[in-house]
């Protein structure tokens, strides 16, 4: 056995474990937090506050009692109430006697004594945090990367092997080949601009520059060329990287993403051979495109092959800041799409309209999560804040043990004027308990086998 030659690999692994870690801990830490910050402005004592579970690595009390630790295991964590039997807020029965026995007053104290509206806005502290959190992230990387000037304008120019290229920063696009861009938020519009573009390059820009309109040579607008790879995808696999160009497939020279869209969609998961251009060197990489069931616009799913890979641009726009409403309300969309897109594909899944195999477990979150931060922080912290969203999105769902779970019974207590019994709380929570076990197993068993 070649030993050095498992190096990189351990390495990679490392690392991969690593980034996993790093992003279930920022989630956990936040949604927990949520939880002890609303408790404690509630009234509720919070005894332990953990990142992981097991053996204690780190722990300290603060000047309230509450007990910060971290754990030995990395891959949760919980805040423990005083009069709750576990990380779960199950009932403490013994405990909550003796609290009555020494002073009934700090039964207002425990999670199980308090009014109910504090219990409830306890509960649904974590998921909102989540929610709260994504909605931040997505507003500052909006932020920082801004918004296209009005009328498109280069910013940053991108060479291009063999094609020559006459633009340059600041000159303000009037026309490509004839067509003329629409507006920056025209989306529809973008899509009937790209088929309009000539399958050739370089193309005629019409730019205006010091006031004058000159023509001058450029590359197609949608260049053959990866503006980004996504995450366990085929072209991930493949070896493809940011910035490549993918100048032919199969031999045939292609100057346009829509050329090699097109390739891969008719492709019907037929290897295909493609000429790249890296730098200064030209690689030929092996890609199979796999069969993907893609969100419509129009709302549904639909089957399609793909390779994982989003198109770039002839170069960067010139950009402006927007305000900081603005980025708000881009910080909320975002969220609100992520929601509606995984519940839009559980419920396709249940209704056997798309594969289950949509559904990733640990194993392939990791892989995600080593992927997405080899490309960069910025990468990386979106993606952490598109598992914040997943993650409050399911602490959501009424599943005993889950936040839901627990807001569906304090729903039972507001109409039924009394708790449910605690026999028949320690069934629903063993069947919940169950239920996530077999979700868990479910989503470990498609990263092993699909």
Not at 103 to 128: E, I, K, S
Not at 196 to 218: A, T
Not at 361 to 372: D, K, L, R, T
């Amino acid at each position: 056995m070649d030993i050095l030659g498992l190096i990189p690999q351990f390495g990679g692994l490392l690392y991969t474990i690593a980034a996993f870690v790093a992003a279930l801990s920022v989630i956990v830490a936040v949604h927990e937090y949520g939880h002890y910050i609303v408790g404690r402005w509630s009234g509720i004592h919070a005894e332990v506050f953990s990142i992981g579970f097991g053996p204690v690595l780190w722990s300290r009390i603060d000047r309230r009692g509450t007990r910060w630790q971290i754990a030995a295991l990395p891959f949760g964590g919980y805040v423990k109430f005083m009069g709750d039997a576990n990380a779960a807020s199950g009932k403490d029965g013994e405990t909550m006697a003796e609290i009555y026995r020494r002073n009934p007053h700090d039964l207002r104290r425990t999670m199980h004594g308090a009014p109910l509206w504090a219990r409830a806005a306890t509960v649904a502290a974590g998921p909102v945090f989540n929610f709260v959190m994504s909605i931040l992230v997505f507003s500052a990387i909006f932020l920082a990367r801004g918004v296209p000037v009005e009328p498109l304008t280069v910013g940053e120019t991108q060479n291009y092997p063999g094609i020559e290229s006459g633009l340059r920063a600041g000159d303000r696009i009037v026309s490509i080949a004839g067509q003329v861009p629409p507006d920056a938020n025209a989306s529809p519009g973008w899509d009937t601009f790209e088929g309009l573009l000539p399958l050739e390059s370089p193309l005629d820009y019409k730019v205006e520059r010091d006031g004058v309109e000159v023509l001058v040579p450029g590359p197609h607008f949608y260049p053959a060329v990866v503006g980004s790879v996504i995450p366990r995808s085929a072209a991930q696999d493949a070896g493809l990287r940011p910035d490549d160009v993918i100048a032919a497939i199969d031999g045939t020279p292609i100057v346009a993403f829509r050329q090699l869209k097109e390739t891969v969609e008719g492709s019907e998961g037929k290897p295909l051979v493609l000429d790249v251009w890296r730098g200064d060197e030209t690689l030929q990489l092996l890609l199979v495109p796999r069969r993907t069931d893609s969100p419509k616009p129009e709302g549904g799913y639909e089957t399609n092959w793909r390779i994982g890979v989003a198109s770039g641009q002839a170069f960067e726009p010139a950009t402006t800041t927007p305000g900081v409403g603005a980025a708000l309300v881009a910080g909320v969309e975002g969220t609100y799409n992520i929601v509606q897109s995984s519940l839009s594909g559980l419920w396709h899944m249940i209704a056997g309209q798309i594969s289950t195999c949509n559904i990733s477990g640990p194993i392939g979150i990791a892989q995600a999560s080593g992927a997405v931060a080899s490309q960069g922080a910025q990468s990386f912290i979106a993606f952490i804040a598109v598992l914040s969203t997943a993650v409050g999105l399911l602490n959501l769902f009424p599943i005993p043990a889950l936040d839901g779970g627990h807001l569906m019974f304090y729903a039972y207590e507001a109409v039924a004027g009394k708790p449910p019994s605690d026999n028949v709380l320690r069934v629903l929570m063993g069947i919940g308990i169950t239920l996530i076990l077999s979700l868990m197993l479910f989503s470990l068993s498609n990263d092993l086998f699909c």
